[in-house]
């Protein structure tokens, strides 16, 4: 928080050269992104001690996600010089399991890696096939772990370093969930290390799917990105900071945007501005996005009831993403926002004209 709030309220007081105006916003969306990942972490580890935690299993193709692990540790893995060399014993090996859980347990293996292997180092990632498992490895050159930890090297809050000198932050989730993770999917992860400076190896084992299915080919369409030209939007938030960036986003990509401030508002001016398209906050007083898209879609064509909708939310769990989309809308999006991937979800809703 400290960056965050340091560099915004200089922005706000003081005029900067825009070099140091694009460097004090990089590194404010830096940091909330840590934000992000760290409030994550504790959400999934109290899912994880509620027995709330729960997988939406479908074939899932191991090389494709490792793949896509790699691409979002590649830019820190590049300015440390850190090689990352990959081996693929098998031509496929596919699992049972949630592709975004998968991808989860994969990246936090390879962003410790990352992390503590020194610059110029190297990472190197094996899967082959074991019998009835899939076995990846993922090995570094890095620090290492000493052998009193070894054990504890999955415990919740755990770290090797604890002290206040400590060279490595974060709060000792990542190993915890991704152990917890890898033991839904009804496999397993183990540690290895020779000692302090010898490297770590991780060794994630998952049971191979014995009649590997067509997998979803939808999952891999992609939609071409277009602007949002002439598309008429209908937003609904009570949040005036939330409602305000959403709009002025789709406006810069050419959308006509009204913004409501209540579910009743939207409700009265649905049939009149006929919108191609309606964005909804789930949590809001009074009326909230559920009894909105009910409403909605109790509506006749006429009055706008067939209109693709998207909720956008900060309940962004996997009940409620299943309740909104049992409620009505299309696609459920969590925020905090992810600007491309909303403007991704309305092209696609609007361009496949999506039947509702």
Known sequence: LNPILGWSKI?????????????????????????????????????????????????????????????????????????????????????????????????????????????????????ERVGSQAELSVSDTGKGIAPDFLPHVFDYFRQADATTTRQFGGLGLGLAIAHHLAELHGGTIQAASSGEGQGATFT?????????????????????????????????????????????????EGAAVLAQASAADALAILASFQPDILLSDIGMPGMDGYALIQQVRSLSLNQGGRVPAIALTAYAGKHDQQQALKAGFQKHIPKPIEPHALIQAISELVHLKVKV
């Open 204 to 252: 994630l084992q998952l049971p191979l799917l014995s009649n590997p299915s067509p997998l979803n080919q939808y999952d891999s369409l992609v939609v071409q990105s277009f602007r949002l030209d002439s598309i008429k939007v209908l937003l609904v938030d009570d949040d005036t900071d939330a409602r305000d960036f959403v709009a002025f986003l789709l406006e810069q």
């Open 11 to 127: 922005l706000q007081t003081k005029a900067l050269p825009a070099a140091k105006v694009t460097e004090a916003l990089k590194v404010i969306e830096r940091n909330a992104q840590l934000q992000v990942e760290l409030i994550d972490d504790l959400l999934d580890v109290s899912r994880i001690l509620r027995g709330k935690l729960s997988l939406n299993s479908h074939p899932v193709d191991l090389i494709s996600t490792i793949q896509a692990a790699i691409e979002t540790v590649r830019l820190p893995a590049e300015a440390k010089l850190v090689q990352i060399e990959t081996h693929y014993a098998v031509s496929a090996a596919q699992v049972l399991g949630e592709s975004s859980r998968l991808q989860q347990i994969i990246w936090n293996l390879l962003s410790n890696a990352v992390k503590f292997t020194p610059e110029g180092g190297k990472v190197s990632i094996q899967l």
